[in-house]
């Protein structure tokens, strides 16, 4: 469990870092004063800055710096990504030619955008190495040159109430062999499951590097009407490119997984407006580290495509028109240029800080439902923790 909290520490500041990195970037190259670049969250330990005579100066603790003309890049004790200061942010000092307000629409709404698009880019980055050293993905639909090793037939959807679900089986199993039988197709696999429907079968999985056997004895499924154990099955494998094909192959990926989770999003929203409450499983900050956790301990390959795909969402989730997000940010600046002037910046900073709070509550109901779902791992690992006081 301690290996899951400091795997989650990495990941999530390599993504808030990588993000405030974008903002930092463009906003110098629009020449906007940033006032301060750190990694991690204040108070700050210690920083480095060019002073008035442009000569590196250290400053220690979170004293104030008064003579600093550009940036002070600091590193501070809350170690989880990075954050960036920029000098007119908040709609002051308008007149300054330095300033962020100062600045003209498009410039503004490129520098809030930046940070969306480097996590789009780290992805890209992200899946493109990972197909150059080898990455797991489904073959149905592989590209000239791949390259395929350790083929296997892996569980992609679990029904509930079905033989499956009450056997423990989970999404990213492999199914190894049946009663000693291997299949090198699903099809193969699904058939042999029919003509066996009612018999006591032998799985063999494979669940996070660890193969175990399983007694489940497939039925009538209503679904397909024909026998099964309940579940959707996809054969995967590792696949590799050469580098000058991984990164085409890299980028296309990244935009086709973009699609899915605006469609993934599309169908959340869809049923929460019709009333149907949320359909699909929504994890907050404690279920994201369990994730987390599973994937580094399926390798560091899963960790990589795990993180590419956290990137993703956080740049989606971050680009939504609402307060308190940078694309809430950017809708505020569409509407400056519709009307011709800025909205109040008392009212656009009530409206971002209720945005702010809502989230927060967002975040506290989800946390709590993955505390009761996750929290005897959490539960267990502060005992083990306390203990060695």
């Not at 996590?119 to 197909?131: C, K, T, W």
């Not at 039988?181 to 699903?186: A, G, H, I, L, V």
């Not at 975040?363 to 267990?380: S, Y």
Request: glycine share 10%; hydrophobic share 45%; with cysteine.
């Amino acid at each position: 469990m301690l290996l899951t909290i400091i795997t989650f520490i990495l990941v999530l500041s390599l993504l808030v870092f990588v993000h405030e990195l974008g903002h930092f970037l463009t906003a110098r190259r629009f020449g906007i004063r940033v006032e301060e670049f750190g990694f991690g969250f204040p108070p700050r330990a210690c920083g480095l800055y060019k002073n008035n005579q442009g000569k590196w100066k250290f400053v220690w603790g979170a004293k104030e710096v008064c003579d600093c003309p550009t940036t002070v890049y600091s590193l501070n004790w809350i170690p989880m990504g990075g954050f960036v200061k920029i000098k007119g942010e908040d709609g002051e000092f308008e007149t300054d030619v330095d300033s962020f307000s100062g600045k003209k629409i498009w410039q503004r709404a490129i520098v809030l955008s930046a940070g969306v698009s480097m996590n789009v880019i780290l992805a890209i980055v992200l899946i493109s190495f990972g197909l150059m050293i080898g990455m797991p993905q489904d073959l149905e639909a592989l590209a000239p040159g791949a390259k395929v090793e350790s083929r296997q037939i892996q569980v992609i959807h679990v029904l509930d109430n079905t033989p499956a679900n009450k056997a423990g089986l989970v999404v990213g199993d492999a199914i190894v062999s049946i009663n000693g039988q291997t299949f090198s197709t699903y099809q193969e696999l699904q058939k042999y499951v029919d003509d066996n429907t009612g018999k006591n079968l032998t799985y063999q999985i494979k669940h996070e590097g660890e193969v175990k056997d399983y007694k489940i004895t497939p039925e009538l499924m209503k679904e397909t009407g024909k026998g099964g154990i309940g579940v959707a099955l996809v054969e995967t494998g590792i696949v590799r490119y050469p580098w000058y094909r991984a990164v085409w192959q890299g980028a296309k990926t990244t935009f086709e997984l973009i699609g899915l989770i605006f469609t993934a999003f599309y169908e959340l929203f869809k049923s929460l407006i019709m009333g149907k409450g949320v359909t699909a499983e929504v994890a907050g900050p404690v279920g994201i580290a369990s994730l987390t956790g599973q994937a580094a301990r399926m390798g560091f390959i899963y960790l990589l495509q795990f993180a590419a795909l956290l990137s993703l969402n956080l740049a989606i989730i971050n680009f939504l028109p609402f307060p308190a997000l940078d694309g809430g940010r950017v809708l505020f600046l569409i509407i400056e240029k519709i009307k011709g002037s800025p909205v109040k910046r008392e009212a656009e900073t009530v409206i971002h800080n209720i945005g702010f709070a809502l989230l927060m509550v967002l975040v506290t109901v989800v946390t709590f439902r993955d505390v009761l779902k996750f929290g005897d791992k959490f539960v267990g690992l502060w005992h083990r923790v306390v203990g060695l006081f």
